[in-house]
Nanobody
Framework: QVQLVEFGGNLVQPGGSLTVSCAASGSIFSIDTMAWYRQAPGKQRELVATIARGGSTNYADSVKDRFTISRDYAANTVHLQMHNLKSEDTAVYYC?????????WGLGTLVTVSS
């Protein structure tokens, strides 16, 4: 099994920056792709960014050029750097790890963008 714990969520002003992180433990050797999702109040959970084992990344159109996903294999951690934050980025951010045929989810960390 894989366990995920997110941290780093905070209140940030519009235009500001924040990095959220996710620490993985357990059967980390079996993890393939890791991802960040988010869920805003009253909305469905949506994919934000993914990073494959080899390092290739993909981003939702709404965050391209503003967010960067990275993976620290030595620390078993994945990070999401967020810049030029907007009010619509306010959400609970969830970490996800695929270790076929299973998926693991963290409990989320809250990011609030407000003045």
């Amino acid at each position: 099994q894989v366990q995920l714990v997110e941290f780093g969520g905070n209140l940030v002003q519009p235009g500001g920056s924040l990095t959220v992180s996710c620490a993985a433990s357990g059967s980390i050797f079996s993890i393939d792709t890791m991802a960040w999702y988010r869920q805003a109040p009253g909305k469905q959970r949506e994919l934000v960014a993914t990073i494959a084992r080899g390092g290739s990344t993909n981003y939702a159109d709404s965050v391209k050029d503003r967010f960067t996903i990275s993976r620290d294999y030595a620390a078993n951690t994945v990070h999401l750097q967020m810049h030029n934050l907007k009010s619509e980025d306010t959400a609970v951010y969830y970490c996800n790890a695929a270790y076929p045929p299973f998926l693991a989810w963290g409990l989320g960390t809250l990011v609030t963008v407000s003045s």
